[in-house]
């Protein structure tokens, strides 16, 4: 064996690794509780492509059906299809941050899952209405309604991109996880209900296990929110509870009906919303009552009020739900934090 080289005067110091670095080079574990549900996404990974699609059969639809299906998954699509990209930034964001091991760990397994609840999209999409969301060509005035209205929705989609990614680095982790906390409640409240309600068993299985990936990614967040927590300011509070009222407005379109004021939208898109809803309701597909979806939603957003409040931070009102708060005017589409 070669004899060590030992210089004179013992070894160089390396230099400082500049921050923020792409890559800490350790593997700090801080809370336990993280590490194993990093463990537990693993054991439940499921692959959509599994799903029974040969039980997804176009010919058990009317044609309006199969359009009420493909627009509420277009819909969901707008908030689903930006998940992967959402958590890969903060999954980066984690790694240059030097945030401790299971917490990129986390923001990866939600990055993965959520590329899963994306691609149930594109299929049901692919089997029921070929070209959707948008490159197809409609022949009828509901078919012309369907697809302006989707158009729509992606042009409001489009707007949040920036603004998100600039939070990334300018909020600080509870008001980031707040809002993640609160878009993984809207979305395992909805997947839950869905699954209850579907009378088709591929939607059924479907709902059931993005309700459960949705599950996880809420106990994820509370889990780094118990950390983050105790050492808010008050300035972080005010910013939380815009936050939240962001978040309702944001997650309303999916969960129940778009409120006033945020969303860009022409007139007519409501009414037609409603009419595209009621096939996809007549489909089977699950989609519950406008009274229902309200009352679950209500109640969503209540767990959140009692969480919050646990914290100090003010819940803010939601006229719409009959929840009384603080009040949060305008809210830019600069403050939407796009999750599901
Ligand atoms: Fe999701
Ligand atoms: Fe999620």
Redesign the pocket.
């Known amino acids: 064996m070669a004899d060590l080289t030992i210089p004179e005067g013992g070894f160089w110091p390396a230099p400082e690794i500049p921050q923020p670095n792409i890559y800490p080079m350790e593997w700090r574990v801080e809370t336990a509780k993280l590490a194993a549900i990093y463990e537990k996404s693993k054991r439940m990974v499921w692959n959509p492509a599994d799903l029974p699609w040969d039980g997804l059969d176009p010919a058990d639809f009317t044609r309006e059906q199969r359009l009420g299906v493909m627009y509420w998954f277009a819909v969901l699509a707008n908030f689903d299809a930006s998940?992967p990209a959402v958590f890969a930034r903060a999954t980066i964001q984690a790694f240059e941050k030097h945030e401790e091991d299971p917490v990129r760990k986390c923001f990866f397994s939600?990055t993965r899952?959520?590329m899963n609840?994306e691609e149930c999209c594109q299929r049901t999409i692919a089997k029921l209405w070929p070209g959707g969301p948008l490159d197809w060509t409609p022949s009828d005035d509901l078919e012309r309604a369907a697809h302006n209205n989707i158009g729509w929705l992606y042009h409001n989609g489009g707007r949040y991109w920036n603004g998100y990614t600039s939070a990334v680095g300018k909020y600080s982790l509870p008001v980031l996880f707040t809002s993640f906390m609160m878009?993984?409640m809207a979305?395992s409240t909805l997947f839950r209900g869905m699954a209850s309600e579907t009378r088709h068993p591929v939607f059924g299985e479907m709902f059931h296990r993005i309700g459960r990936?949705?599950s996880r990614?809420l106990q994820i967040c509370m889990t780094i929110l118990e950390n983050e927590w105790p050492g808010l300011t008050d300035d972080t509070r005010t910013l939380i509870t815009r936050q939240l009222r962001a978040g309702f407005v944001f997650l309303s379109m999916i969960l129940w009906e778009p409120p006033e004021g945020f969303w860009d939208l022409p007139p007519y898109f409501l009414a037609n919303h409603r009419v595209l809803m009621d096939h996809a309701r007549d489909a089977g597909l699950g989609v519950l009552s406008y009274e229902e979806q309200a009352e679950n939603w209500r109640v969503a957003m209540a767990r959140v009020r009692a969480i919050v409040e646990r914290w100090g931070i003010d819940f803010p009102a939601i006229p719409e739900l009959d929840l009384e708060g603080v009040k949060v005017d305008f809210i830019d589409p600069e403050d939407i934090i796009p999750?599901?």
């Open positions: 998940g939600i899952d959520e609840h878009g993984e979305a990936d949705e990614h999750v599901f």
